[in-house]
């Protein structure tokens, strides 16, 4: 089955266009200033399309509830990061798979996108270090939002890291 997707390919690169030329010319202000983060829409569907073209999986969408779901691997949660900063989760949210896409690199036309099996319901998710004192499932019993950065959360679940694509922008469409 293959998805009809209102957010087309089309979209997804001017989107993205106009971003990356927003972002370099603010960072060519001659005063240093904090960047900020590629927009969720263009990020998710960065992730969505190369779940379609590098995986297969051609029934991952955007237009649902939450970031992505397909009728292969459920709900696809999606973390996009651009600095070594935390990633920060909603306590209420579940999800079959998360997918993490590094664009430290991506003014550079860089993208790693990094596939985890782990529900978030999951032990081995629940036990995930946020702080020296707290789990991932500590904070969220306490209605906060968990928040770690990849460098201390990718050592904690290497086994089920998964690297499914590494390349520029134009290659997640083909």
Known sequence: MIVIEKYTTTILREQYNL????????????IKIRLPSIPEDISENIIK???N?????KTSSWDCKGDLKSL??????????TSDGPLSFTPSSNWNVIYFLDAR??????????????ERTSDAWKTIKVS???????????????????NSLKPQIETNVHKVFEGSFEEIFS
């Open 132 to 150: 020296r004192s707290q789990t991932f499932e500590d904070q969220v019993r306490q209605g906060r939002r968990p928040r770690v950065n990849w």
């Open 105 to 118: 690199q991506w003014l550079d036309d860089r993208f790693i996108l990094y596939r985890v099996p782990l």
């Open 49 to 51: 399309n190369i779940i």
């Open 53 to 57: 073209n590098k995986l297969g999986d």
């Open 72 to 81: 292969t691997e459920g709900v696809q949660e999606c973390k996009c990061f």
């Open 19 to 30: 971003h990356k030329n927003y972002v370099m010319k603010r960072k060519n202000l001659p």
